[in-house]
Nanobody, 120 residues
Framework: QVQLVESGGGLVQPGGSLRLSCEAS??????????MTWYRQAPGKQREMVAS???????DYSDSVKDRFTVARDNGKRTVYLQMNSLKTEDTAVYYC????????????WGQGIQVTVSS
């Protein structure tokens, strides 16, 4: 009943920037009840948490992206963003959007993923 659609990925050179967006639709009200998290998975590796933001705007980042990435949300647009600056080749991965309900954590939803490639 909840759908998540990522956008904004693509190819960028090292040192460049991208902004990912994830828009939620369906039975997602109140949107503030969901903690939104960005994960990524590189070829041959496990999925890892990148950044998250709660409905009360608490944020958390992986050490590998701290000071380079910023996560934000627009509750009116039911959208979460990931601003990625100073991109490195090791940031190359498929990025996934995740929504988890704070009170009913079994209500967890995933987007289909979007490719980010950092290469010269």
């Amino acid at each position: 009943q909840v759908q998540l659609v990522e956008s904004g990925g693509g190819l960028v050179q090292p040192g460049g920037s991208l902004r990912l967006s994830c828009e939620a639709s369906g039975n997602v009200n109140p949107f503030t009840a969901y903690t939104m998290t960005w994960y990524r998975q590189a070829p041959g590796k496990q999925r890892e948490m990148v950044a998250s933001i709660s409905g009360r705007l608490y944020t958390d980042y992986s050490d590998s992206v701290k000071d380079r990435f910023t996560v934000a949300r627009d509750n009116g647009k039911r959208t979460v963003y990931l601003q990625m600056n100073s991109l490195k080749t090791e940031d190359t991965a498929v990025y996934y959007c995740n929504a988890q309900h704070n009170i009913v954590p079994m209500m967890t939803y995933w987007g289909q993923g979007i490719q980010v490639t950092v290469s010269s």
